[in-house]
Each structure stands twice: as structure tokens, then as C-alpha cells.
């Protein structure tokens, strides 16, 4: 059973910044692409990062591009979001997210406040 579980969030001052981990369980990790996905209240959830099986392909929306990083450990079967010069805008929940076959699997995703 594969099983995503978000950790790191938390509250933070803008310009500050936060790591996020993701931990997968009950799949073969190195055989996926991973994404970072985030909702803020009242809006649709939206991709913000996503990388493929061994990093060589990484995309990021152009709301973070240069300010967040997204990185894997196939070792141990962990994502990571780093995310630096952090807005308020940017307050949301951030969900993993790998996709395997036909299914769509999220983690519960952990809460990111920037705020003053």
C-alpha cells in the first residue's frame, strides 16, 4: 500500500524559509515521478514542482521558480521542497503527490503559513 507523509511546515516570517519531506512507503521510489502540489484556502489545488525518476527532469510553476528547489533521495525514499524567500502568498497546504498506473496517491498534506 503506498503511503505518502508530508512533514516541515510550519509558520514563518516572510523572506524566511522552510524544508519540506516527503516519505514514501509500499512502492519502488526511484521508478516514479514525484510532485509537490499546494491549496490555498478557497483556491484549487496547483502543481508547484514535480520531478521525474532520477532528477534529470525537473519542472516548477513560474510562481517559485528560483526560490523553491525541489530534490529526491531514491536511498531513502524521500522528496524534499526547500523553499527560501518564502510570501505570503504562498501560505497554503502542501500535498506529495506520485502518480503509479491509473491512481493519483497524496500524502495529508502539512500546513505552510508566511505571515508577519
Known amino acids: 500500500q503506498v503511503q505518502l507523509v508530508e512533514s516541515g511546515g510550519g509558520l514563518v516570517q516572510p523572506g524566511g524559509s522552510l524544508r519540506l519531506s516527503c516519505a514514501a512507503s509500499g512502492m519502488i521510489f526511484s521508478r516514479y515521478a514525484m510532485g509537490w502540489y499546494r491549496q490555498a484556502p478557497g483556491k484549487q489545488r496547483e502543481l508547484v514542482a514535480r520531478i521525474f525518476m532520477n532528477s534529470g527532469i525537473i519542472n516548477y510553476a513560474d510562481s517559485v521558480k528560483g526560490r523553491f528547489t525541489i530534490a529526491r533521495d531514491n536511498a531513502k525514499n524521500t522528496m524534499y521542497l526547500q523553499m527560501n524567500s518564502l510570501k505570503p502568498e504562498d501560505t497554503a497546504v502542501y500535498y506529495c503527490?506520485?502518480?503509479?498506473?491509473?491512481?493519483?496517491?497524496w500524502g495529508q498534506g502539512t500546513q505552510v503559513t508566511v505571515s508577519s
Open positions: 503527490n506520485t502518480n503509479i498506473g491509473t491512481r493519483d496517491y
